[in-house]
């Protein structure tokens, strides 16, 4: 069997089970958010349950509309609030965690060999730390709550077999963008994305967290990456105890529907253009593209050596005038480290904006909205029609070190011109 086989026969008390078959597995870690975690309550209650099935595995994380920009927002934090109270879990509210995908791991929620699941979509992130992890819809959620179970059918696999070393200004998201853009939108639809070879080892935990974060962009079930040492230095100060650690890997003779080879050396930086992940071209494909906002954040890229790269690029210069920077760290923990090393004065110094920890744009929260006829590049995940505000304006994925070249020339940008120039 492949790992995440061998996570969903462990989890569901089997030897064996094999891509169709369907199982009834234990889960390790229900995560719900303000968003979609009413409808869940709400449904948790129509039920008749009366408490969640152990509340040392849900965790509550407020993400998505903090602070509350309406009257609305506030009564959902509300409910979500009084829920963790009433049931004893923990909650992350506002100003004490962050985006929910960085805080789960970054606080020890998040071991190899579980089985998580989420109430979002990009909850394929935690795959990243050799775990199943799936998003599933809310309604769902509240099944779990009252029993710990959920049924799957075991997804067929796909082998993503990557080596070759970056070129510098390359990341592991010009990465991801290159695989959606090669698979499709729908290439990996209910399919298990296994991460492999040479760039995949040698890549941070922050890049691999990347990658299977935008798994569900090919429409997999899950992204995943078999964890080793870089996996256990990042969660043996997290976690409560490294026995939790259950290494499974995939065996040498494990089956898989197929396998994609990439080399990464000649890869330059990728842009997935208005209005679908999959519509990816090289940037020497691009043209000119003016930009009106320049967006680094999300639970895709707002990682510390995100804003790190990022901050590289823009020290000592300025913003474009006419461009609105905006840069949203991932956690509060990301914040004060950001806050540590100098990053936020060189952002604000710049003339970007520095904000608390938050979606933020990513899902046309309250901030950073565009009007119709504007362009934004964006290190996040989703590009759909109206997914940053209007209908009527256009969003390009990039990698952190793009979107800060852009937001200094005004339009889409790949960093190497900029060094070429000085």
């Not at 890049?207 to 964890?227: D, F, Q, S, W």
């Not at 003016?290 to 000592?316: H, M, V, Y």
């Not at 979606?359 to 759909?384: D, M, Q, W, Y």
Request: net charge neutral.
């Amino acid at each position: 069997m492949n790992i995440t086989e061998k996570i969903l026969a462990k989890a569901s008390d089997k030897k064996f089970v094999a891509p169709g078959e369907i199982v009834d597995t234990n889960v390790d870690v229900l995560m719900t958010h303000d968003l979609t975690g009413p409808l869940a309550v709400e449904s948790f209650k129509k039920i008749g349950a009366e408490k969640v099935w152990n509340n040392q595995k849900v965790v509550v994380i407020l993400d998505h509309q903090i602070p509350a920009e309406s009257i609305k927002a506030a009564e959902l934090h509300k409910t979500m609030r009084h829920f963790a109270k009433e049931q004893k879990l923990r909650i992350y509210d506002v100003g004490r965690g962050g985006i929910c995908h960085q805080v789960m791991p970054e606080q020890g929620h998040v071991v190899p060999g579980a089985v998580i699941v989420g109430s979002d979509s990009h909850t394929c992130t935690y795959g990243a730390f050799g775990a199943f992890s799936t998003g599933i819809g809310s309604t769902e959620a509240a099944a779990v709550m009252a029993t710990g179970k959920i049924w799957f059918k075991v997804p067929q696999s796909i082998k993503i077999v990557v080596n070759g070393k970056l070129s510098k200004y390359v990341t592991p998201k010009d990465l991801v963008l290159n695989i959606i853009g090669k698979l499709g939108v729908d290439g990996a639809i209910y399919k298990s994305t296994e991460f492999t070879g040479s760039t995949i080892h040698e890549m941070s935990i922050a890049g691999r967290m990347t990658l299977c974060n935008m798994a569900v962009e090919m429409g997999a079930k899950n992204g995943i990456i078999e964890p080793d040492n870089a996996t256990k230095e990042y969660l043996q100060h997290r976690v409560n105890s490294l026995a939790d650690f259950i290494v499974l890997k995939s065996d040498k003779d494990a089956q898989y529907e197929y396998t994609v080879e990439i080399d990464v050396s000649k890869l330059e930086p990728q842009i997935a253009c208005p209005s679908s992940v999959d519509n990816v071209k090289p940037i020497s494909e691009i043209g000119d593209i003016p930009i009106d906002q320049a967006f680094i954040g999300s639970c895709t890229n707002g990682r510390l050596e995100d804003l790190q790269l990022a901050a590289q690029i823009i020290k000592g210069k300025k913003i474009k005038e006419g461009v609105r920077a905006l840069v949203i760290p991932a956690s509060q923990e990301i914040y004060k480290e950001a806050l540590a090393e100098g990053l936020i004065e060189i952002f604000t110094e710049a003339g970007a904006i520095f904000c608390g920890s938050a979606c933020g744009p990513c899902l046309g929260g309250h901030i950073g909205l565009l009007a119709a006829g504007e362009t934004c590049v964006s290190t996040s995940n989703r590009n759909f029609i109206g997914r940053m505000g209007s209908t009527q304006a256009n969003v390009y994925l990039a990698s952190p070190a793009v979107v800060a070249a852009s937001a200094l020339t005004g339009r889409i940008t790949n960093p190497t011109t900029l060094e070429a120039k000085q």
